[in-house]
């Protein structure tokens, strides 16, 4: 291998909240391009979300043996924020190599989540990446490594079933309305009491579709704050009961010590709305709703055991599914390593051929105008022969460099004097997609350039999907 | 042996091989097997619709006969399956639409001989008024009677907070099973009223006589009793959800038993089948 991938990293296991918080990434403009600047990189992509910061890089052999690598990103990225270094250094983890590719596969897969199987971690990654791609700091590693972590993510999706349940009470209570309303909107939701949790509930609603939003509570300037942040409609607590004709969904967290919604009350709102469907979610302890509310038909009534013991049953199918998504990972993560191992040598052969390619055509070219005039055949033989000349030429140097690579070890240094004899690196073929490189203006420029083509058109593709 | 020969039983080869594929492709979650269902059934479907055709054309043909009348219930099932699963979105209907037809269209064939007595008075208009309607809002009823079973199932699993990891994520919510049991009673309602006040104005205009008292109309009448109750209490009082549900599914069972039983068992005036 003759390209490192480091990942470092924290997350919400090793970091608190305020450690993340200071060294969040979410507002630092261009930090990949600052971070090849400042270290001997080639590649760098880095996501930031408010439960991790991963920094994913790649280096050449040889700038890792100039430099520490990790060491280099953590000091880039904590004189980036402001913070102490030993703090950072403290909560990050380090991986290198296939541990790293295994790393962001389990990332993108979401089985590193603090809600194990929740999508919104695939989205950010794709979102840093598209990032990465238009800074130009994605290429052949990262654009194969990220593509290839989506495609991981989709089978441990579609193939395990560890994203199809709710794990959280807020999205268990979203699903539930789900199963008995269908699509939620149009429906109206009622806040009574306005504790974090029913916000948290009532914001999963909002985005689920719930049309109309009202908050009810005992001091009516709290209703009248949260419509205000939550763009519902304030109500007042005595009016709450005859209000309930209107509301679909209706989530409780009052302190009362006592029920505020009786049986009877329903019986007689249902029959003013025509028996339509109505949830009760109590997330209040003591309870706000009346149990026998759940006896009536058309009513549909969850406290928070029920809702929690959801979650927990959901928790527990998904913990089985883990170590069916892990297995998929792993083998992901075994075909990516034999990807690697071939790249080193398949860009050089690739740039080599191409540069004989090149130079059979340009002399072709001068001798086919000097000739004048020519027939068909000899144009064609002339062709053949110039082509059979270089690529001949190039037959021993190339099975050379193959057998080395089944060597452990020699290849390398073989692959970095086959493309200094060549001269295959100074060849610049895309000035503008370049130029942060030059920046770093190293002797192995445009190492991989054609792969670099290759890949970006791979990236459009993989955008379409 | 010649095509119509074989037709049948290719026909309810392919609509088995469809049930059960189905119920596999349910019971397995897999939207492959359910997909290759729907194609084999499709293929059964449209085999059956020629079997019809050519039924027409036979010789000797009566649009009394068992084995017609059967065939295109069973057709018109499907029919109607295909209209809520287009229209409503419902294909897991597809578990209630392909057993019922295949029986109905098994049942067809092992009557092949036996026809119905009909009054003289013989009036292409009015047996297709009665046998159209009558069928169509059978069929209905048929799709009611699945969606209902579904409501049922899933209310209970809602109601009592067990089994809901088992939930699966394709399965329609309480709300859409409601809806298919509205439209069951708001379209099938009419049809069957329509359907037997065109058999009693047969029945008048052919005997002069409205009402002959056998098993089969007084079940009818039962049943249009139960129908209309339904119909007011859902559209005029607003029942919804159980208590709809569980009418349809005794009005859809009342219907076929005297659909299959009373047909086949019970000597009536003019809708025996018994040879």
New interface residues.
Partial sequence: MDKHIFLVGLNHRTAGVDVREKFALTSVADFEKSLLAACPLREALALSTCNRVEILVVADASQRREVAIPEAVLGHWAATCGGPLDVLERHTYRHENLDAVSHLFRVAASLDSMVMGEPQILGQLKTSYRKAVETGTARVLINRLLHKSFSVAKRVRTETAIASSAVSISYAAVELAKKIFGELTGKSAMLVGAGEMAELAATHLLTSGIEKLFICNRTYARAQELAKTMKGEALFFEDMVERLKDVDIVISSTGSPTAIIRAKDIREVLKKRRNRAMFFIDIAVPRDIDPDVNALDNVYLYDIDDLKEVVEENMSARQGEAVKAQSIVEVEVEAFGTWMKSLALQPTITDLLGRADDVAGRELAKTLKRLGEVDEPTREALEVLVRSVSRKLLHEPICFLKRRTREEGTAERFIDMTRRIFNLDSDPVNQDAHLDRRISGEEGDGNGEQLDCECCRDDETGARD | MALPDILPFLVIALYFLGTALYALGSALRSERLKVAALCVAGAGFALHAGDLCMQLGQEGFSPTMARFLLSLMSLGILLIFLIVWLKLRLRFLAVVALPLALVFYAASSAAPGIKASLPPMLSGLFFLLHIGTLFSSMALLAMGFGASLAFLH?EKR??T?SG??T?Q?D??????F?RVNHWVIVAGFPLYTFGLVSGFVWAWLAARRVFSFDPKEILSLVMLGLYAYLFHQRLAY??????PAVMVIAVFLLMAVSMLGINYLVPTTYHGFKP
């Fill in positions: 899933l809602i109601k907070k809901l990891k939930f994520k399965m329609p919510s309480l709300d859409t409601d607003g029942w919804r959800g159980r208590k």
